[in-house]
């Protein structure tokens, strides 16, 4: 994408792996929450501008499925685990069979998909200590189903605004021979940013 920001590739090989570390220690979580196998990877981690998010979530007006954290401690900002509404109710499945055929999440449905989200934000954001050394502390989830521009408005609701770029750590579920990708994305404040961006090792503001 012509607006991601090019992290130096040994940086970016470490959170990829990082990330990994974060995406097995979430898929053996999960896996006995659902009673079942679950794998995950992250193919790509990048630093993307805030305009250009929805661009890689289908468009501005793609349907999707959202758990919503906000994020305190070292770093501040929001937190975001993306998924479409398909990958979602698939997901959400395994554990209430009576979200298969369904145009939209029940009230069990959007539960279970907030304890997914916690589970995965957690421990991506474990992971992401370990390499930087900041503390992330997350809130107790939300869960939301809007376009995909109404969802990323969330970011700049809050008190504080947020830099111009957001970490994003492209993810693939596998469960029940099906694959479903996702997003998790962290949008740091403005003086969050530039700890962050130090913290992976680029200098200077961007």
């Known amino acids: 994408m012509g607006d991601a920001y090019s992290l130096n ?18 898929a053996t979580a999960l896996s006995e929450l659902l009673q079942m196998p ?3 990877r992250v193919p790509q981690v990048e630093l993307i501008q805030v305009d250009e998010i929805s661009a890689i979530l289908g468009g501005a007006e793609t349907l999707v499925a959202c758990v919503f954290l906000q994020v ?8 975001f685990f993306i998924q479409s509404m ?5 997901l959400v499945a395994n554990i209430w069979t009576a979200e298969e055929g369904t145009d939209e999440l029940s009230e069990i449905g959007s539960s279970a998909l907030g304890e997914i989200g916690n589970i995965l934000g957690a421990n ?28 990323l408005s969330i970011a700049f ?45 680029i200098e200077g503001s961007i």
């Open 9 to 26: 590739s040994q940086v970016a090989d470490m959170l990829c792996e990082l990330g990994n570390i974060g995406a097995g220690h979430a």
């Open 38 to 40: 679950i794998a995950m």
């Open 72 to 79: 305190t401690g070292d770093i501040e900002g929001t937190m």
């Open 86 to 90: 398909e990958s979602a109710k698939a």
């Open 124 to 151: 991506y954001l474990s992971a992401l200590m370990d390499f930087t050394q900041l503390r992330m502390l997350p809130s107790v989830p939300l869960v939301a189903v809007d376009m995909a521009q109404a969802i």
């Open 157 to 201: 609701q809050s008190e504080q605004a947020v830099g111009r770029y957001a970490l994003v750590i492209h993810t693939a579920v596998h469960h029940r021979e099906q694959q479903g990708d996702a997003h998790f994305l962290l949008f740091p404040t403005p003086f969050a940013q530039d700890v962050l961006l130090r913290a992976l090792g």
